[in-house]
């Protein structure tokens, strides 16, 4: 069990600080970030920024993105399912910080755009 200092610190050091990006996958990324959309699959895709702030959840601490997250419309001959989402420490490569598994696939097509509300992306420091 993580103690609630920790998970404090877990949060501060790896998500609340600039420079964290949001990445669609299309299979389970494991623990490398793997099976992330290409723009081979979708012309439109890049990573988008993400600020995530900090907020306790009982003992343990969380990091939400403060904002709305709205990748660009899926291009021409899209099509593809979204059934996870990561953090990285950049907009391409980088390092995977967090594998985030959807509930519900986002079916996306041509025009579709995959947007996360406000509070949606939930990082626990456990």
């Keep these: 069990m993580t103690t609630t200092y ?21 299979a389970n990324p ?6 992330e959309l290409t723009t081979g699959v979708d012309a439109n895709y890049a990573r988008k920024a993400v600020t995530l702030v900090k907020s306790a959840s009982g003992t343990v601490y969380q990091a939400k993105n403060n904002a709305s997250v709205a ?5 021409a001959g ?18 995977c910080l967090a594998v985030l598994p959807l509930a519900v696939a986002l079916p996306t097509v041509a025009g ?3 947007t996360f509300a406000t509070g949606d992306l939930t990082v626990l420091g456990d």
């Design 78 to 95: 899209a099509n593809y399912s979204v059934t996870h989402v990561c953090i990285w420490s950049a907009a391409t490569a980088g390092n």
């Design 112 to 114: 579709t755009i995959n």
């Design 30 to 35: 494991g623990a490398t970030g793997a099976n």
């Design 71 to 75: 990748f660009s419309a899926a291009a």
């Design 6 to 26: 920790t998970s404090e610190q877990i949060i501060d050091l790896l998500f609340t600080n600039s420079g964290k990006f949001v990445s669609l996958h299309t």
